[in-house]
C-alpha cells in the first residue's frame, strides 16, 4: 500500500467508515466549518456523497491504515498458531485420562437412573407387603433396601450436579473471548492503532470532504440532470499526477521544422551579377 494510491478498506472496516461518517454529519452543527448541513445539502446527501467516495477520502489515512492493518494481522496470527497446536496436542493430552473420565461420566448418569428404578421397585412391594395381614417377615427388609436405593439417588443427582457446574466453571475460564464485529477485545498496539486510523480518516479525509462539497456550488442537487460529484477537493494526502497534451504549455511535443538549402550555380548569381 503507497501513500499516493488510494486503499481499499476491508469489509470489516467498512462499518467504521460509515459509523465516523454518521457521527461527523450527527454532530456537524458544533462545527462552524460544517454549519451550512442543511441548508443547500442535507445530511443523507452528503453520506451518499461520501460513500461514493470512500476510495478517496479513505487515501487520507492510508499510512495510518496501512499500520492499523498489517498490526492487527499480525496480532490475529499468533492465536490462530496456538489454536491449531492447541487442538492438535489436545487428543495427545487427553489420551491417559479419557478412558478415566469417561467412565465417570457413565457412572454419573447410571447411579441415578438405576439407584431411583430399584428404590421404586423395592418400595412399592414392600408396602404391598405390609399391606397383607398378616405382613410377611422380609417386607421392611424390603422397604429398607427401598430407601437405601432412595438415598443413592439423590446421592448420585447430587454428584451429577457438582460435576456439571465444575465442568462449566472450568469451559468458561479456559474460554477465549470472542472479538466482536467492528472492533471489541482488542490487543492495546491494535486498539491504539486503529484509534489512530479513525482519527486521520475524520481529520484529513472525512472532514476536509464534508467541507469541499459544500463549498462547491456544482454539487447542487437542485441543479437539472443527475447530481454532480464534488469538482475539486483540498489535497488530503496526495496529489494527481498533471496530464497534458504535447501542444499545452510546452514545445517539447511539436515537431521540427526544416527549411530546404538554397542552392545556386557557381556562374549564376542574379541579374546584378555578371560572370568573369
Known amino acids: 500500500m503507497h501513500m499516493n494510491s488510494a486503499p481499499h478498506l476491508l469489509s470489516e472496516d467498512r462499518a467504521d467508515f460509515e459509523r465516523i461518517l454518521d457521527d461527523a454529519l450527527r454532530n456537524a452543527h458544533d462545527r462552524p466549518d460544517l454549519a451550512e448541513v442543511g441548508k443547500r445539502l442535507n445530511a443523507e446527501q452528503l453520506r451518499t456523497m461520501a460513500l461514493n467516495a470512500t ?39 487427553s489420551e491417559g485420562t479419557g478412558s478415566g473420565a ?3 461420566a457413565v457412572i454419573t448418569v447410571l447411579v441415578p437412573v438405576l439407584g431411583g428404578t ?34 443413592i439417588t439423590v446421592v448420585g443427582i447430587l ?4 460435576g456439571l457446574l465444575i465442568t462449566a466453571l472450568r469451559n ?19 486498539g491504539r492503532a486503529r484509534e489512530a486510523w479513525r ?13 469541499a462539497a459544500l463549498a462547491d456550488p456544482s454539487s447542487d442537487p437542485a441543479a437539472p440532470g443527475p447530481p454532480r460529484s464534488v469538482k475539486s477537493l483540498p489535497t488530503i494526502g ?16 511539436r515537431r521540427p521544422t526544416f527549411s530546404s538549402p538554397d542552392f545556386t550555380s557557381p556562374d549564376f548569381g542574379g541579374p ?4 568573369e
Open 159 to 162: 454428584a451429577a450436579a457438582v
Open 102 to 104: 469417561g467412565f465417570a
Open 55 to 93: 476510495a478517496l477520502i479513505s487515501t487520507a489515512a492510508a499510512a495510518e491504515y496501512e499500520h492499523y492493518a498489517t498490526i492487527r494481522e499480525e496480532s490475529r496470527s499468533p492465536a490462530s498458531a496456538a489454536s491449531v497446536r492447541d487442538s492438535v496436542l489436545e487428543p495427545d493430552k
Open 272 to 275: 546584378e551579377h555578371k560572370p
Open 199 to 211: 482519527h486521520a480518516l475524520l481529520e484529513r479525509g472525512i472532514l476536509p470532504f464534508l467541507r
Open 118 to 151: 430399584a428404590a421404586a421397585i423395592f418400595l412399592l412391594v414392600g408396602y404391598l407387603l405390609k399391606a397383607l395381614d398378616p405382613a410377611p417377615a422380609f417386607a421392611n427388609s424390603m422397604l429398607a433396601v427401598g430407601w437405601f436405593f432412595g438415598a
Open 238 to 253: 496526495y496529489s494527481r499526477p498533471n496530464y497534458s497534451s504535447p501542444g499545452e504549455g510546452s514545445t517539447a511535443g
Open 172 to 190: 468458561g475460564a479456559t474460554q477465549l473471548p470472542a472479538e466482536e464485529p467492528g472492533g471489541g477485545e482488542l490487543p492495546d498496539e491494535v
